[in-house]
């Protein structure tokens, strides 16, 4: 029986995204929440959704020793980030006068800053998700769909390669980022209607990287 870990480090309630998972999973598949990294390590799928602020998120990360087993489950099993579980993959943000991330990316994460546009930050609402590369997540999913997002920071990760669709707001932002067993976005898929829930659907089903 296939056990999708939803990692819990105690900011906001993942409840929407553990029965979203549920939803769309395969039969017989057992969605998880925890906090644990031995139950992370033993699932064939890890979820890691955020919200809050990065120096929180950090902090409640290293309180829970997670950080090693989330950096083993992303080099060996699918593993997707949501929102700020997106952000702090990367090396540093803007966020708290500056903090350290995780580094699985190089790259910052830098606040919307509206100018002319006179934008309201955070964006909140839905978006456009323009895909950039093929990707196994992005299956059914058509050009452009909309998504739902809430954040006032972007991810700008230093290897072009690493961004596999846009959005715009304001400016054109890395929207999700892949490489290997590693997909992360800054929508909420949960929250995302029918898109939302295909591309969870397609993760459950999705094996990684083929070798």
């Given at each position: 029986m296939m056990q999708v870990a939803v990692v819990d480090y105690g900011m906001g309630n993942l409840r929407s995204v553990v029965k979203a998972i549920e939803h769309v999973a395969p039969d017989?598949?057992?969605?998880?929440?925890?906090?644990?990294p031995e139950v992370i390590l033993e699932s064939e799928k890890v979820v890691f959704p955020g919200q809050g602020?990065?120096?929180?998120?950090m902090t409640a990360l290293r309180e829970r020793n997670l950080p090693a087993a989330l950096h083993e489950a992303a080099r060996t099993r699918p593993f997707l980030g949501i929102c700020m579980g997106m952000q702090v993959l990367l090396d540093r943000s803007e966020e708290n006068d500056g903090v350290d991330l995780?580094?699985?990316?190089?790259?910052?994460?830098?606040?919307f800053r509206p100018g002319e546009e006179h934008l309201k930050?955070?964006?909140?609402?839905?978006?456009?998700?323009?895909?950039?590369?093929?990707?196994?997540?992005?299956?059914?999913?058509?050009?452009?769909?909309r998504f739902y997002f809430?954040?006032?920071?972007?991810c700008e990760p230093a290897n072009p390669a690493h961004s596999v669709a846009t959005a715009d707001y304001g400016l054109t932002y890395c929207a999700a980022l892949a490489d290997d067993y590693v997909f992360a976005i800054q929508a909420h898929p949960e929250k995302s209607a029918d898109d939302?829930?295909?591309?969870?659907?397609?993760?459950?089903?999705?094996?990684?990287?083929?070798s």
């Open positions: 017989g598949a057992h969605v998880v929440l925890t906090d644990a602020a990065a120096a929180q998120c995780l580094g699985w990316f190089p790259g910052q994460v830098k606040r930050v955070p964006q909140m609402g839905w978006n456009q998700l323009h895909q950039r590369q093929d990707h196994p997540l992005f299956d059914g999913i058509r050009q452009d769909a809430v954040h006032s920071y972007y939302g829930l295909k591309l969870l659907a397609n993760f459950t089903r999705w094996s990684g990287p083929r």
